[in-house]
């Protein structure tokens, strides 16, 4: 009991330790890019737009500091020659991976409920903050604000009229709309005017740009829909991506998800539990590269453990997804080929750990 403690208390605070430095550093570059969502929106929106932001990285970010944790944490135990210490006791290796297995089930406890139940509305929750900030921004831009991007629509001036919502010399880009196309316009003002979630855009002297030709289209009126813009209305709502899983397995036995959206839904169900295995997966590759790295350096070992959580995580995030949403392969071995073969080669590196 006294083994099992002392790892499982170096391995908490390692984990702890890991994930919040993790976040410490991606705060900066998260506020940034949530800042250029927001379209320079106050610090006020910024700050309730944080933590959505944030609880969307946890799932990646506890299996990676679980990762570094493990590797830490069982290469000190082999440098310090405890390791050696433990199996000249007669302990078996199993015995010592118990905090180390209790603590990746938490982790993966954790994962399971997020993936399941709170990740798949988050989505859905940052473009409705979006709409709500974008309807903030418009109604009260900050002192010298001349550039606005929400979405596709992007807005940009040399100067606008301090008391209103007029800019002048504006550049604009409006999306297509309805039996709009696509439009790059230049004019002399551009007014924007909210009511609800529908956006006016009055212009004067305006012209279209194509290419080399410039083309003079008077003074048009563009009513941009938010809800539509943003893509938060009621049918979007609705969508199974955004749907928490026992509503989406419902959802599916009903024949609910278009038919073309099936396969891609079932797989999307399969990589929700395969990413919330991750720290199981993790905890056999980062145990094994600590013992068999115990001459290197700690931040050798390190190294190779983030080398592994990026590898997997491309794998299994961006190549197993296209191979789902194009159907290469089935939606189950496009979900677990990856994982699987990361487990094969995790009981492979520490069957040759356990042995040396």
């Known amino acids: 009991m006294t083994l099992f403690v002392y790892i499982l208390r170096q391995l908490a605070f390692g984990v702890v330790l890991a994930v919040c430095g993790m ?16 379209g320079g929106s106050g610090l006020g929106l910024l700050i309730g737009y944080m933590p959505i932001v944030l609880l969307d990285l946890v799932p990646y970010l506890l299996p990676i500091g679980f990762l570094l944790a493990v590797t830490s944490t069982y290469g ?13 006791a007669g302990t078996h290796p199993w015995r010592s991976v118990a905090p180390a297995f209790c603590v990746a089930l938490v982790c993966s406890a954790s994962l399971a409920y997020l993936q399941h139940y709170v990740s798949p509305e988050l989505s859905y929750k940052k473009r409705e903050y979006l709409k709500a900030s974008v309807v903030e921004t418009f109604k009260d831009l900050a002192p010298g604000q001349t550039e606005l991007s929400i979405g596709q629509f992007y807005l940009n001036a040399p100067f606008r009229d301090p008391d209103s919502n007029t800019f002048h010399e504006a550049l604009i880009h409006v999306p297509a709309g309805g039996d709009r196309p696509d439009r790059t316009i230049l004019a002399d003002t551009v007014n924007i005017s909210v009511a609800g979630s529908r956006v006016t855009i009055r212009m004067t002297n ?26 938060v209305d009621k049918k ?11 509503e989406l397995l419902a959802l599916l036995e009903r024949g609910g998800v278009p038919e073309k959206d099936v396969a891609y839904a079932r797989y999307e169900i399969q ?11 993790f905890l056999l590759l980062g145990m094994s590269t600590g013992l068999l790295m115990k001459s290197s350096t700690q931040l050798a070992a390190l190294a190779v453990a983030v080398v592994y959580a990026l590898v ?4 299994s995030m961006r190549l197993s997804k296209s191979l789902a949403q194009e159907g290469a392969v089935h ?26």
């Open 76 to 88: 000190r135990l082999a440098a310090d020659s405890e390791w050696t210490a433990i199996r000249m």
């Open 236 to 246: 979007v709502k609705g969508s199974w991506r955004f749907l928490p899983t026992p």
């Open 206 to 231: 305006a012209r279209t740009v194509y290419g080399t030709q410039d083309t003079t289209i008077g003074a048009p009126t563009f009513v941009l829909d938010l809800d539509e813009l943003l893509q």
């Open 271 to 281: 990589s929700r539990w395969a990413l919330a295995l991750t720290p199981v997966l």
């Open 331 to 356: 939606e189950y071995f496009a979900a677990w080929a990856v994982p699987a073969l990361v487990a094969i080669f995790g009981a492979w590196l520490c069957r040759k750990a356990f042995r040396q």
């Open 312 to 315: 997997y995580y491309i794998l």
């Open 23 to 38: 976040f410490f550093i991606a705060i900066p570059g998260v506020a940034v890019g949530a800042l250029h969502k927001l």
